[in-house]
């Protein structure tokens, strides 16, 4: 299944009693958001078609095409949602996910005694591993702040 870098839906939007609106995509069945206001509304109208079409592309579900939609009531009124997709497909990639691992005692005793982002020293150990490791970035040393005639002064811990 191919999939497009640009997508423009048509999206109903409902004025409710209390001044928010629930927004709706006729075209994507379950695909529902709502906003306080307009602003938000429009935001996360645009929210919700990101990651919905995200989702069927991921999926390899047919996305289908947009209809023409018209209001049905005076509190109903129809914006068009655009979306560009390839930043959203970069964002999903990079989403951290949380892992449980198990490490011998004295080497979390370690890594605890030197400050150690457990996190961060397995993406780096993984990005090695994965032959990566050109990607590696320095993990940032630990500032220090020292005072020095009443002067507050940064440096780095050298540990």
Known sequence: MS???NYLYPALFTKEDDGGYSIEFPDLPGCFT???DIEEALYM????LELHLYCLEKDGD???SPSEVKPSS???SV???SVFMPPVRDEMRQQKVKKTL???KWLNDYGNQKHLNFSQVLENALLIQAGAGH???DMPKKEKKSKINGNTKRKLAMS
Do not use: H, Q, R
Request: charged share 25%; aromatic share 8%.
């Open 45 to 48: 109208a645009k929210d919700a």
């Open 34 to 36: 709502c906003g306080d």
């Open 135 to 137: 990607y590696v970035l």
């Open 62 to 64: 047919a996305i289908p």
């Open 3 to 5: 999939t497009k870098n």
């Open 102 to 104: 198990t490490i011998p």
């Open 79 to 81: 914006y068009m949602v």
């Open 74 to 76: 005076d509190s109903e």
